[in-house]
């Protein structure tokens, strides 16, 4: 089975530019998480979709949204990107069972000039 | 305001001895708890989990313990390897919530030296 998958592995953007970012789940999984790592602050929520619908929002300004496709695809896009926003962006799966463990990919590394 | 706390941003041990990671929380509503590894260049991948009417769970080299009146969960590695020189994150999660949340603390960079 593959495991989540995320696109681009790097990305490089400007202050003010948007981005959008790609994740795949696994095979099967209809819940998609997406987390925000910066060094020193560990893993923060941003949201979690769940058959397209946003089930949950953690304490992100609405410059952070996302969305989900009915093949459990999910995208994130970030407008008007500050320097503060250069962090590794990591997007997780699981069938939406509770507790059930996540699975996560290997992130997009994004750097904000 | 961080409702999971690692304290110990690292942590080096000789191999072949017991590793231990802390982690403390405030939120008394956390009633799932988990470790995840994070290997450089790599998502976190999932370690071992405890519920909150345990107090601790095995799995192999590692154990997780958990001290609900101090609001205190530790995990031991027993013997410590050089492959488990990665960082570690204990998160958190109410059960009752319908949603995937899971607070994460900052993490604990364990090497372990040959």
């Known amino acids: 089975k593959a495991g989540v998958t995320q696109t681009p592995r790097y990305l490089i953007k400007t202050r003010g530019q948007q981005v959008t970012l790609s994740c795949s789940p696994i095979?099967?999984?209809?819940?998609v998480s997406w987390y925000q790592q910066t060094p020193g602050q560990g893993l923060q929520f941003l949201f979690e979709?769940?058959?397209?619908?946003?089930?949950n929002k953690g304490n992100f300004p609405g410059r952070f949204s996302g969305r989900q496709f009915s093949n459990s695809r999910s995208e994130m896009n970030v407008s008007t990107l500050e320097l503060g926003d250069s962090a590794l962006y990591l997007c997780?799966?699981?069938?939406?069972?509770?507790?059930?463990?996540?699975?996560f990919g290997s992130g997009t590394q994004l750097s904000v000039l | 305001d961080q409702q999971v706390k690692q304290n110990s941003p690292s942590l080096s041990v000789q191999e072949g001895r017991i590793s231990i990671l802390n982690c403390d929380y405030t939120?008394?509503?956390?009633?799932?708890f988990l470790w995840y590894k994070k290997y450089p260049a790599e998502g976190p991948t999932f370690l071992i989990s405890?519920?909150?009417?345990?107090d601790k769970n095995e799995d192999g080299r590692f154990t997780v313990f958990l001290n609900k009146s101090a609001k205190h969960l530790s995990l031991h590695i027993v013997p410590s390897q050089p492959g488990d020189s990665a960082v570690y994150f204990c998160?958190?999660?109410?059960?009752?919530?319908?949603?995937?949340?899971?607070?994460f603390g900052s993490g604990t960079q364990l090497t372990v030296l040959p």
């Open positions: 997780a799966s699981n069938s939406g069972v509770i507790n059930e463990k996540l699975f």
């Open positions: 095979s099967g999984h209809r819940s």
């Open positions: 979709y769940f058959s397209e619908t946003q089930r």
């Open positions: 939120n008394s509503m956390f009633d799932y």
């Open positions: 405890i519920s909150s009417i345990k």
């Open positions: 998160a958190a999660v109410v059960s009752s919530g319908s949603a995937r949340q899971l607070t």
